[in-house]
């Protein structure tokens, strides 16, 4: 790690006062949650909106999501109190892997405990205790944070008054496993990898590179690379999708851990909504609240079969399809057609608030795009 | 390289009495090339078939295409003369870096030269010209092995009568190099790998099994790893995909080389029958063989859109539809269904031949399966 991670100075604190029990039944303590907040709380503590990040992302939201940010936006900073947090096991200042274990004094390292997405959402329901926060109006992620916002959902019923899934399963597909797996072997083949003791000043840099390549690609589509890079040679007489894949690469070495790219990988994989408390799909129909799903069609990670079938198991869902060449990150990417199908999400949610007939909305309708 | 990789008794080798001149530029001595043959070369020596394999195949097609070999198939051992030749830089008994450099006595390496499908294709040709091999009725190969067909179509068309292509474009894609990329880059981070110059007992194994693990992904799809391994565990609390994966990866490394790997991965990467020539579209609108296109509707490597475009370019093409839920690997899986569609192609040559009216070959045809 070159750089230093950025944490925007908006950034705060919060060290958890009680201990985290881990889904493991290991125990964290002094947790430290960073947070950033736009808008005010209202008085009746209602009006929280919690967004959950993706993989790599943190807690200024305002950067990577800027486009669904503002007045009449999807994060209407005018009505909401919108919190993001950095998720557990990140390395923005949240604690994770690169984190002082308070037992032995020492980072965490490879020794972090192994978490899941309930233990991210358990993390960031407490720093909302902390803020007394009374409801929350909508709970938004993409990707890995799309996976929180559907445990959030079944977690916490009577807190979360609707859900917005962009890009996610409700539980990671065996081909998902296998990309995770492919990753953090090549992490693994590095040789400052050192089993998890790297040293600040020499991580694995060639395998975090080699790993976050391959996840590019996939975070991609044929369609996409081809009208951005197609064949085409830079002035080094490298393929330009080369030189693009080495500088991601090289980008997160510089921004990320390894342990904690670890860390995380391995949460996604343990994703299954339904995990120890019934069979999948009585648990997506136990949730009740208003759900957006939104499904890019050229999303291969989570593909559109995957996601028809989640809106279909989820009783209030709509399906919106965000049509885009650009794969799994066209919710990074198409973010003016996102804030459109949320926008439009959160009207008829007020509307159906304001007539007290949500009946329109127990079918799946489609938000074509 | 644990074990000895598997070349049957039956293999022939031929050492070309040419050197082989590189489109590089840089010149090969003494080049040997391991084959096999089935069925007899007739008096006329005009009814050779030519298999052109994958990535990491080799000579010994009846092992890995078993069910398109026999009378009335596809590969019909009592009409055809059918020949399959280890690819030029594998390391099945065809030169390449574990050959001896005769130069310098000792096994290439890395120092092995960058090499194109069209050099694999110019090695496959001399060595029919050692057989005296008159015409070429069909080449036959998918993935890498649909590449060199291509290029035997455009760089042969007095030898060759028709061709037969699958789940291969006409030039590797933005999509395709970088995943390459990302599996060249998982071999170079493996301390083992030592710049190419690893020893037979300790070859870069992690890494080349991460590169493995990636590429099998990539070879499969979301549906087919879904269907056969979901979110079930092995008995040792794995994931099975993990399991599987790590079992593949393994295989690799116990029976192929990574700078042959490596190689090979640079010459895909370098294909595009338009390379120096001229433009693409004209190229492929130049051969003007009957052709098979066979396209796999689940292939994320090769996907329908870039299928369909390499029929339509090409003047006397039939695009075949392999509907199957194992993306690019089914041409390697479903080849009953494959077997058939060659069956169908060459009874349609058979007939035109006969008929001497090639006119209704004249357009794109579907073969849907």
């Not at 009449?72 to 002082?100: H, M, Q, R, W």
């Not at 991210?120 to 990707?143: T, Y």
């Not at 999948?280 to 609240?289: E, K, N, T």
């Amino acid at each position: 790690m070159n750089e230093t991670r950025y944490i925007s100075p908006e950034t705060q604190f919060c060290e958890l006062k009680q201990p985290v029990i881990l889904e493991s039944g290991q125990v964290l303590i002094g947790v430290q949650v960073a947070y950033r907040t736009w808008g005010k709380l209202n008085p009746e503590r209602n009006n929280a909106v919690v967004i959950c990040h993706a993989l790599t992302g943190w807690a200024d939201a305002d950067q990577w999501w800027d486009p669904l940010f503002g007045p009449g936006k999807a994060l209407d900073t005018e009505k909401d109190f919108i919190i993001c947090s950095n998720v557990l096991g990140s390395c923005y200042g949240t604690t994770g892997p690169t984190s002082v274990n308070p037992e032995t004094g020492c980072p965490y390292g490879p020794d972090f405990p192994r978490i899941t997405i309930r233990d991210m959402v358990r993390v960031q329901a407490a720093l909302l205790d902390e803020l007394e926060v009374a409801k929350v109006k909508l709970v938004i992620g993409g990707s890995l944070g799309g996976m929180q916002v559907l445990e959030w959902g079944v977690m916490y019923p009577e807190k979360v008054e609707a859900i917005a899934t962009f890009a996610a399963s409700g539980r990671h597909s065996s081909w998902c496993i296998g990309l995770s797996e492919a990753q953090r072997q090549a992490i693994y083949a590095d040789p400052y990898w050192r089993g998890g003791y790297y040293t600040i000043e020499q991580p694995p840099a060639a395998g975090l590179s080699a790993a976050r390549m391959m996840a590019m690609c996939s975070y991609r589509s044929w369609a996409s690379l081809e009208q951005k890079f197609g064949r085409n040679k830079g002035a080094d007489g490298n393929w330009e999708i080369v030189n693009y894949l080495h500088h991601q690469g090289q980008k997160l070495v510089n921004r990320f851990d390894a342990n904690s790219y670890i860390t995380l990988t391995y949460a996604m994989d343990s994703h299954d909504v339904s995990r120890g408390i019934g069979d999948y799909d009585s648990v997506l129909a136990s949730i009740q609240q208003p759900t957006l799903v939104v499904a890019i069609d050229s999303d291969v990670l989570y593909p559109p079969v995957e996601q028809e079938k989640l809106a279909q198991l989820i009783p209030n869902a709509q399906l919106g399809w965000l049509n885009s060449p650009h794969g799994h990150d066209a919710f990074l990417i198409d973010m003016e057609d996102l804030n459109a199908m949320v926008v439009n999400f959160r009207q008829s949610l007020d509307w159906n608030a304001a007539n007290r007939d949500r009946s329109h909305l127990s079918r799946i309708w489609r938000v074509d795009n």
